[in-house]
């Protein structure tokens, strides 16, 4: 019923989640019922997002209207890819120093792709993360409303073209900031850490409409320059 009402990404989110309260029943010794889920095919396609701009990220990262520990979390969504469900399962025992640099080494049964995929963090965000956490101090389903707060007090809107836009927009701000700066396709779908190349491609290369005009006006202006 709801691959009829939903997109793939919302779907396979759902069955995750399942997936996981089944291995906590699992552990607690009772009977895990989502052994044997089926993955169906949504059939909505996704629309585009709303989304956040490099200015906006700025604010919410850097505004001292903001308490300190949600503007670290901010920046850790928005420059990393984590999404707000696995942040709130993060802790600073996650925080591993490689060589020089630092890791997030997120337990595989903690991450949507249920693989140990690690994520390189630099010293500023493997600090923030190591003074303040946890940083999510709320439950998952109420960190909209922290961040709308947040928006409020650093100015900026809370609806982008009538959609209010959700902690999970600052993930697709990263991912297409990633193809903005013009990485490959596939370099991108393991930062994103997707297991698809294809939910790379249809979530996160598509155009809004104002960037689509401007992409075309430059287009224009750039061949009759050359001609």
Request: glycine share 6%.
């Amino acid at each position: 019923d709801l691959a009829e009402r939903a997109t793939q990404s919302t779907v396979d989110d759902v069955l995750n989640r399942l997936r996981i309260f089944g291995k906590w029943k699992e552990e607690e010794g009772s009977e895990n019922p989502f052994t044997n889920l089926a993955r169906p095919r949504a059939s909505k396609v996704a629309r585009d997002r709303a989304t956040f701009t490099a200015k906006e990220v700025k604010i919410l990262t850097t505004s001292k209207a903001i308490p300190e520990h949600r503007r670290i979390l901010w920046g850790i969504l928005a420059w990393t890819g984590l999404r707000p469900i696995e942040a709130s399962r993060m802790t600073a025992q996650h925080i591993v120093q490689s060589g020089t640099g630092w890791e997030l080494r997120l337990p595989a049964e903690f991450q949507k792709s249920r693989r140990p995929d690690i994520i390189e963090l630099d010293s500023a965000e493997a600090r923030g993360i190591r003074n303040h956490s946890p940083l999510v101090r709320c439950s998952v389903d109420h960190l909209g409303r922290f961040l709308e707060k947040d928006m409020e007090a650093g100015g900026l809107k809370i609806k982008q073209a009538g959609t209010k836009r959700t902690p999970y927009d600052l993930r697709s701000f990263f991912v297409s900031e990633l193809f903005r700066q013009g990485l490959d396709p596939e370099t991108v779908r393991a930062l994103a850490r997707h297991r698809r190349i294809e939910t790379t491609l249809n979530h996160y290369t598509r155009f809004r409409s104002n960037e689509a005009g401007a992409a075309r006006k430059l287009a224009k202006a750039k061949s009759l320059s050359a001609s």
